[in-house]
């Protein structure tokens, strides 16, 4: 029973600081400190980030497609935050994938920087897909898997916040790939 207890006090704990972190992303831009962010360093911070939050957790890249320039990976905003919201997009790749690893493919495409995030599970129900972003939402064929249904909600609500914008394709039993686009800070002229 002590156990149960524990388990249930652990899970309220990361819900507070989950919504800690959707409180703050919520915020005016004005609010949070803004920088000149590297993309391809923030994804390289990914992997030994996953394998802390869970051992069989990895990560592979497809770097194949970057530009010459690497400049124009960089975009402006909060790099804590940024990487909160593609550190939980790539959770729920590795969590949901039947081999738990997430690819992620970076490349530039019309100014903007994007990032895709596959992973090769169950995938989601179209009639599932619109609601995905939404606070508390549950895919219904995951409830067997820890989490509150706001890693999404959260990602979504920060790559808003940094004028960029995330959607979900999904394939059933194939896997379903997020791609995050952000506007480059250094644009070509």
Known sequence: VMESV????LHL???????????KASG???GIEISMVRTDELLLRLP?????????????FDFNDLPEDDDRLTVLGNEELLFTAIKNLVTNACK???NNQAIIKLSIRNEEVVIGISD???????SELERIFQPFHRVSDTHNKEGFGLGLSLASGIIKLHKGEVDVS???NRGST??????CAKKKF
């Open 6 to 9: 524990y388990q249930d006090v």
């Open 13 to 23: 704990s990361n819900l507070t600081k989950t919504l800690l972190t959707v409180a």
């Open 28 to 30: 005016m831009p004005e």
């Open 48 to 60: 030994s980030e996953m394998s802390k939050s869970n051992k069989v957790y990895s990560v592979s």
């Open 96 to 98: 949901y994938s039947d």
């Open 120 to 126: 090769t599970g169950i995938g989601i129900p179209f």
């Open 170 to 172: 999904s394939a059933i």
């Open 178 to 183: 997020c791609t995050v686009r952000l506007p």
